[in-house]
């Protein structure tokens, strides 16, 4: 299985200031069809999760244009360019090029 | 909107098996372009991939390794509906279990059930 791991694993956060959060998968996610497939979630506290980010860097309908996901290979990047106080929760990255999928360990975002 | 309707005892005692029910509204669950998943949350790690049925002609399974021996994934379209069946628990398994839609084209995991909290316990 492709694992993946995730940092930091505790992030506090101010609002109004930037985030960022990498994940890396030990294989290349990269298929032969150009697509790269890493997704990002968000599970805020009491909710289930929620579709972020999918195929690395397309942010999925009603997400804030605040969040955006870059990355390629095996290394990527959730950007977070002002957080907000909604903003606190569980991020997962998730690969979905091979099955089964597997997510991350998660980061745990809170307020200072 | 898809919505996803789970229900199931959130009460397992350990070696027995423990069934969730997940009723599809605004899809079908024989769709060719979708799959439809069972992912857990346990109280101290984070998600956890069990497993996924997709229809494509013909039904189509894969599931995690950890529990591939002693899980099963059911759709059933005549009631619109997933289940999921997890034999010989132990305590190990008690978590938070959502049913979920997964996107062909790696376009993502778009919608979840509510979650269902399962405790193993005598």
Known sequence: DIVMTQSPLSLPVTPGEPASISCRSSQSL???????YLDWYLQKPGQSPQLLIYLASNRASGVPDRFSGSGSGTDFTLRISRVEAEDVGLYYCMQALQSPFTFGPGTKVDIK | QVQ???SGPGLVKPSQTLSLTCVISGDTVSNNNDGWAWIRKPPSRGLEWLGRAFYRSKWHYDYAAHVES??????????????????????????IYYCA?????????VSWGQGTLVTVSS
């Open chain 2, 70 to 95: 002693r899980i099963a994934i059911n759709p059933d379209t005549s009631k619109n509906q997933l289940s999921l069946h997890l034999h010989s628990v132990t305590p190990d398994d008690t978590a």
């Open chain 2, 4 to 6: 996803l309707q789970q």
């Open chain 1, 30 to 36: 990269l298929q032969t069809n150009g697509n790269t």
């Open chain 2, 101 to 109: 839609k997964t996107r062909a084209l790696g376009q993502g995991i």
